[in-house]
């Protein structure tokens, strides 16, 4: 591969990032607009991740990805390989499910759940990639901050009781 098809291995974590920040720069009443792009960058996940596998099942060694391209000890190392190939697209299958259920009513219980569950792809996506174990801990924290925002998102003593302690458990 050459060209920008080389960089499309940081595109799980990108994309997610970018449609989180900007489904945070839409007011409360956009919820359509928002709604509109987390479905859209599923599913453009779905499609990068199906690129990603047709790549990583073509390829007899894993492709490495070093980001702003610093040597192995500073930079952060993405591999893709063929399990972490699949890996992301079944993320990206269950994440495109996900999102089309909770449009029928859970996102409507807070403000901010796309921008969450796209903040909790990035950091699985990254999970998966991911070279060394530092950035696994990062991404895994990234993941883990996400959930915990989905878990006391919305309203009521119930979901904020059974928040506190999932994350007490954590």
């Known amino acids: 591969m050459t060209g920008w098809a080389d960089h499309l291995i940081i595109a799980p974590i990108l994309l997610p990032l970018a449609a989180s920040a900007l489904i945070l720069l839409f007011g409360e009443g956009r ?14 996940l779905l499609a990068i991740s199906l690129a990603l596998m047709n790549s990583a099942a073509h390829s007899p060694e894993p492709r490495i990805y070093r980001v702003g391209d610093w040597p192995a000890p500073f930079a952060i190392t993405l591999v893709l ?16 499910a996900s999102l089309f259920y909770a449009s ?11 921008a969450l569950f796209q903040f909790l792809l990035m950091g699985v996506n990254g999970a998966f990639l991911t070279g060394d174990l ?6 895994f924290e990234v993941l883990l901050a996400a959930s915990y ?4 998102h919305g309203s009521g003593s119930a979901r904020v009781t059974a928040g506190l302690r999932y ?3 954590n």
């Open 81 to 96: 390989d063929r399990l972490s190939a699949l890996m992301l697209l079944l993320s990206s299958v269950l994440g495109c």
């Open 31 to 44: 919820r359509p607009l928002r709604r509109a792009i987390a479905i859209a960058s599923g599913l453009a």
């Open 104 to 114: 029928a009513r859970w996102d409507r219980a807070g403000p901010r759940f796309h």
């Open 149 to 152: 925002g989905l878990a006391l």
């Open 167 to 169: 994350i007490v458990v």
């Open 134 to 139: 530092f950035n696994l801990f990062v991404f």
